[in-house]
């Protein structure tokens, strides 16, 4: 089986709706994006955050942790899709479409 196959590699994908209008609410909604951020995640759009995982195995330890972060309000989703799935993403913007840009790029060390 090959190592880096677009097939094995996996986008988590979190979707988020939190409610902000208490200050508390605004910190939890805060803390949640924050916690997503220190584990790797990066914005897509406003909530929508992703992360590049190289193995289903690594995708799940991240689904994982998100999981323990969930706020005590608000709707959350993951979804785990492969790297071919993600490159075959159409993106717009306007009426232009877009490259799919990869937000960040990870390296695996051996």
């Given at each position: 089986?090959?190592?880096?196959?677009?097939?094995?590699i996996?986008?988590?994908?979190?979707?988020?709706?939190?409610?902000?209008?208490t200050?508390?609410?605004?910190?939890?909604?805060?803390?949640f994006?924050?916690?997503?951020?220190?584990?790797?995640?990066?914005?897509?759009?406003?909530?929508?955050?992703?992360?590049?995982?190289?193995?289903?195995?690594?995708?799940?330890?991240?689904?994982?942790?998100?999981?323990?972060?969930?706020?005590?309000?608000?709707?959350?989703?993951?979804?785990?899709?492969?790297?071919?799935?993600?490159?075959?993403?159409?993106?717009?913007?306007?009426?232009?479409?877009?490259?799919?840009?990869?937000?960040?790029?990870?390296?695996?060390?051996?």
């Amino acid at each position: 089986m090959e190592r880096f196959s677009e097939y094995r590699i996996m986008w988590v994908l979190v979707f988020f709706d939190l409610p902000t209008e208490t200050k508390k609410e605004r910190k939890a909604h805060a803390l949640f994006r924050k916690n997503l951020m220190k584990d790797g995640f990066t914005m897509f759009q406003f909530s929508i955050y992703l992360r590049h995982c190289a193995s289903r195995e690594n995708a799940d330890v991240h689904i994982k942790r998100v999981k323990k972060l969930l706020p005590e309000k608000g709707h959350v989703g993951i979804m785990c899709i492969t790297d071919k799935q993600f490159g075959n993403m159409e993106l717009f913007y306007c009426k232009k479409q877009t490259e799919v840009d990869t937000p960040c790029q990870q390296l695996e060390l051996f």
